[in-house]
């Protein structure tokens, strides 16, 4: 349990290091940079099938459907939504629905386990860190939300951006909690092979939507944009370093730690994102901004206590499972 805490906490720190990479290409819509991104993630998977031949042959055909569904929700639909609600809504409506992942992964994961007579924890127990993991979001994102109240917004706008934004959450709920059920059903499965057979699904989806949308797209003038070598630099390091390398330590994880715990930690995504975010802006933390970090630090560290007591075998009785 304590690697696949390292893992995670690792996962989220290079997850959350590729947040301001939008800053170093401004010109670009964060569509075509999710785009980018399942392209460069898709090409990298190919060199995993000649190293893991014989774990990709392994894989059933239901197992195809997995990656199929995984890599449409995961890496196409949900980076999708997610940035028509920064569009539509603003960041920091977009960030707090963001913010809903990890506390309804851990709630829908714990209610499963104790259905399934799983080691589980108390919902009462799990109030407290929560609470302050949902504080900790509206804290961090006060002052975007405080210009968001002067900014001229139609409410169409926003509703939209509000829909996108929920959605995000939905499908990005799904795919914590189903790609961990497949890594926790399949023990022994390589990380990277599994990762990387969602990449190589994703790929000619991504080859056929980008160039359409640049195509369609009259401010994008040709298919790499206005600053070709720096937008291909700077999606190649958040590919390689910000994608793929997390995404098999995201597996490792999923693999040895329960669901509803990794739900939890992957809160630490947006502490991890936040903090970049002002080392490249060269900006000191405003107290709303740190009270919030305060209390995700703290809601995290509450939530390991609880689940360390959990890790001891606390089984869900006999009447607990209808």
């Given at each position: 349990m304590k690697?696949?805490?390292?893992?995670?906490?690792?996962?989220?720190?290079?997850?959350?290091?590729?947040?301001?990479?939008?800053?170093?290409?401004?010109?670009?819509?964060?569509?075509?940079?999710?785009?980018?991104?399942?392209?460069l993630i898709g090409l990298l998977s190919v060199g995993s099938v000649f190293a893991s031949f014989k774990a990709?042959?392994?894989?059933?055909?239901?197992?195809?459907?997995?990656?199929?569904?995984?890599?449409?929700?995961?890496?196409?639909?949900?980076?999708?939504?997610?940035f028509l609600s920064v569009m539509y809504a603003?960041?920091?409506?977009?960030?707090?629905?963001?913010?809903?992942?990890?506390?309804?992964?851990?709630?829908?994961?714990?209610?499963?386990?104790?259905?399934?007579?799983?080691?589980?924890?108390?919902?009462?127990?799990?109030?407290?860190?929560?609470?302050?993991?949902?504080?900790?979001?509206?804290?961090?994102?006060?002052?975007?939300f405080a210009e968001l109240a002067h900014a001229e917004r139609s409410q169409t706008d926003f509703f939209l951006g509000l829909v996108f934004g929920l959605s995000s959450t939905a499908l990005f709920t799904a795919y914590t909690i189903c790609n961990a059920d497949w890594m926790l059903a399949h023990k022994k499965a390589d990380p990277t092979m599994w990762f990387s057979a969602q990449c190589l699904v994703a790929l000619p989806i991504a080859l056929t939507i980008y160039p359409l949308c640049a195509s369609l797209d009259p401010g994008m003038p040709g298919l790499l944009g206005a600053a070709p070598l720096r937008f291909v630099f700077v999606m190649l390091v958040v590919s390689v370093l910000c994608s793929f390398v997390p995404g098999i330590l995201y597996n490792m994880a999923a693999a040895r730690i329960p669901t509803s715990l990794l739900g939890q930690l992957l809160v630490m995504e947006t502490v991890f994102g936040i903090i970049a975010g002002q080392v490249v802006?060269?900006?000191?933390?405003?107290?709303?901004?740190?009270?919030?970090?305060?209390?995700?630090?703290?809601?995290?560290?509450?939530?390991?206590?609880?689940f360390a007591h959990m890790e001891k075998g606390v089984k869900a009785p006999a009447s607990d499972k209808k």
């Open positions: 690697m696949g805490i390292v893992y995670t906490l690792l996962t989220c720190f290079l997850w959350g290091v590729s947040f301001p990479a939008a800053l170093f290409v401004p010109e670009y819509s964060g569509i075509y940079l999710g785009l980018a991104r399942a392209v990709f042959k392994a894989l059933k055909h239901r197992d195809w459907h997995w990656a199929i569904f995984l890599a449409l929700v995961g890496q196409i639909i949900q980076p999708v939504c997610f603003g960041v920091a409506v977009a960030s707090i629905c963001y913010g809903g992942c990890p506390v309804l992964v851990a709630i829908i994961a714990n209610l499963r386990d104790r259905r399934n007579g799983k080691p589980y924890v108390r919902m009462t127990s799990l109030i407290v860190p929560l609470t302050l993991i949902v504080l900790g979001f509206v804290f961090s994102n006060y002052t975007e802006m060269l900006e000191v933390p405003s107290l709303p901004l740190t009270a919030g970090i305060v209390m995700f630090l703290f809601g995290v560290t509450y939530a390991l206590n609880v």
